[in-house]
């Protein structure tokens, strides 16, 4: 027995050996060649059956290596406003103009469409005067977004899939276990006259909510789910359209040979709003860190990391309608802060990253930066067709994080912090020949750039403080900077304000759409939650720099851009008298209360302040309240 036993444990080892070979034959044969640089190409290839898939994922894990993943144009082109039969109206805060991005409330310069809790309240808006509610649609899950088009109304929600098995245990017993798995849904509904609001179509695909896109009258969906499930059981992935599910085709399905095993599908799925048409493609190739969206290529970024460094994998999806086409990827140093990082532009992809290492200081709370990090900036920029790198700028800004990044036509705009702020302007008119045009150094930093008229830019982040005590700088209040980079070897701050004390925060921070951009009126309209600081707590009535202040007003902020600077216009809130004395008070009543501003638009003249539970509308001219719905 025990002699049968160590034949069939040498038979095994051999096959496990000779398969371990074959999957480095195959990598080799597949990576040779593909060098540019330094760099190697990825090639993507599919698969041809459910079993190919589960023996690749089992056959990887087998030599599993430990690792971590991180989880998770021209000026005036991201912030339009459309003029029709309707009133002149705002759209969303994206990125790319055409390409829009789905948002928690929407318009048509008519009706307002809003996430409200666990709804979507559809609300006749436009004239003020006869605002009301028409309908009201309860969600199954949890909302994370939605769309707009003639006649149709797309809602995105996170929901779930309960999976029960059944497991024998070693005396034969039976029990059963259930766990949760995430599910991403897409409903269509036409929207007939008033509440005339019926279900077109329904869609879910399997795994967690990441980004979205509609072009036209195609809507993209990605989502990132799990390789195995319980005891290591393989997951397909797999969608459901009008209530039939079914795995999607290992064909298309793709990977890539490389030194890490697969530990998640990037699911992409595309529908036809009009038609119900759909397609799903999968990429087993990790989680996609951050997502880009140009007129005709999807660029998925996959971050790896290991203990002394990281890197990214970036990969080209075309697409045109329905058709998806996992086309070509390239491995660069760094790793992709957001889809503002990333852009398309004259046959050229154009990237930055941080490149850094997991060995750090431990992060204090209070500390904008640890010390000692490791780290530093990149830009690189590659042929669309092919993804090879033909330009590289590295090493910027050694030993700070990058903040916010901005690609507008031949100029890259990167914000690095650690004591100051370092707004880099780079020259890329020579593709192969990246290089630093001029920065300027100013106290504070910028989350999140906007382009703003011909050569300047707005930038939204914190004011900070130099520490006397260490090699950081302690955030302060919400900072508002106008950037005139008209000159591009001497940038300079023409203007600023800041909010509130340390504490103050807005959503803009985190979330481009939560901005509004009024050009007309030289406007921008942002949410913020207002922190204060009481001196007279403090010994001599001077606070230190990394003392928190207490909510103390949360709504719309107005502003004035011009080229003299920032001015003050005035603010919006929906929490009044009465609410405040309903006995709730600090956190509880500022930043988790139903009436909490989340966006803003306008529809003509109006400003449209949007909470959970009310719609504000305030004059442009000179903001008094014009009508108040309760939600």
């Not at 070979?21 to 080799?28: E, M, N």
């Not at 501003?597 to 306008?602: C, I, N, S």
């Amino acid at each position: 027995m025990d002699r049968k036993i160590s034949v069939i444990l040498i038979v095994v080892t051999v096959a496990a050996i000779l398969l371990q070979a074959a999957y480095a034959f195959i990598y080799y044969e597949n990576i040779v060649g593909s060098i540019y640089g330094g760099y190697r190409f990825p090639l993507l290839k599919h698969f041809e059956s459910y079993t190919e898939i589960e023996a690749y994922v089992k056959a990887k894990k087998s030599l599993e290596k430990t690792f971590y993943t991180l989880r998770g144009g021209a000026f005036f082109e991201s912030f339009t406003s459309l003029k029709a039969s309707t009133p002149e109206y705002s759209v969303t805060n994206v990125q790319i103009e055409g390409v829009d991005e789905a948002d928690i409330v929407k318009t048509n310069g008519e009706y307002i469409y809003a996430i409200s809790r666990d709804s979507v309240v559809v609300v006749k808006a436009y004239p003020p005067e006869e605002a009301m509610v028409i309908a009201r649609i309860k969600l199954n899950g949890s909302p994370q977004g939605l769309f707009i088009a003639p006649g149709k109304l797309v809602v995105i929600s996170s929901t779930d899939r309960l999976i029960e098995k059944h497991i024998n245990n070693s005396v034969g017993e039976v029990y059963s276990i259930v766990w949760v798995e995430p599910v991403t849904e897409i409903i269509i509904y036409d929207l007939g006259c008033e509440n005339d609001i019926k279900v077109s179509s329904i869609f879910k695909v399997d795994g967690f909510y990441i980004s979205s896109r509609m072009i036209e009258d195609y809507v993209y969906i990605f989502t990132s789910q799990q390789v195995c499930k319980f005891e290591d059981e393989v997951s397909i992935p797999g969608c459901e359209i009008d209530g039939v599910y079914s795995w999607i085709d290992p064909r298309d399905v793709y990977y890539v040979e490389d030194d890490m095993g697969p530990y998640s599908y990037t699911n992409i799925l595309a529908v036809d709003i009009v038609d119900g048409g759909y397609s799903v493609k999968s990429l087993l190739v990790g989680y996609a860190g951050a997502v880009y969206v140009s007129r005709d290529n999807i660029y998925l970024s996959i971050p790896k990391w290991s203990e002394d460094s990281s890197s990214s994998t970036i990969y080209r999806i075309a697409m045109d309608g329905l058709e998806i086409r996992a086309e070509a990827s390239v491995d660069i140093p760094g790793v992709v802060l957001n889809q503002f990082s990333m852009d398309e532009y004259n046959g050229y992809f154009r990237v930055a990253t941080s490149t850094q290492s997991l060995i750090r200081i431990p992060i204090l709370a209070s500390r904008s930066n640890p010390p000692g990090s490791g780290l530093s900036t990149n830009v690189y920029v590659a042929r669309v067709e092919d993804m090879a790198i033909v330009g590289r700028l590295e090493g910027l800004a050694p030993g700070e994080n990058i903040h916010s990044a901005r690609f507008i036509g031949d100029r890259c705009y990167l914000v690095t912090f650690k004591k100051v702020d370092p707004l880099f302007v780079i020259d890329l008119s020579i593709p192969d020949k990246p290089s630093v045009l001029g920065y300027l150094k100013i106290p504070g930093y910028s989350d999140y750039l906007h382009p703003y008229g011909e050569g300047y830019l707005i930038g939204i982040g914190k004011e900070t403080v130099e520490a006397e005590e260490g090699d950081f700088a302690w955030y302060q209040g919400v900072k508002i900077s106008l950037f005139d980079v008209r000159n591009t070897s001497n940038p300079v701050e023409s203007g600023k304000y800041v909010i509130g004390d340390r504490g103050t925060d807005t959503p803009v921070l985190r979330d481009h759409k939560a901005l509004l951009v009024d050009y007309r009126n030289n406007l921008i309209v942002f949410p913020v939650l207002e922190a204060k600081i009481d001196p007279g707590i403090y010994q001599g009535g001077v606070p230190p720099p990394y003392a928190y202040g207490e909510p103390v007003w949360q709504g719309a902020y107005i502003l004035r851009i011009s080229n003299a600077g920032i001015d003050y216009v005035g603010k919006v809130t929906h929490i009044d008298t009465a609410i405040e004395l309903s006995g709730k008070r600090g956190e509880e009543l500022w930043r988790y209360s139903e009436f909490f501003v989340k966006r803003a638009l306008y529809i003509d003249n109006i400003l449209y302040t949007i909470s959970d539970r009310r719609i504000k509308m305030n004059s442009l001219n000179d903001l008094s309240e014009v009508a108040t719905l309760d939600i």
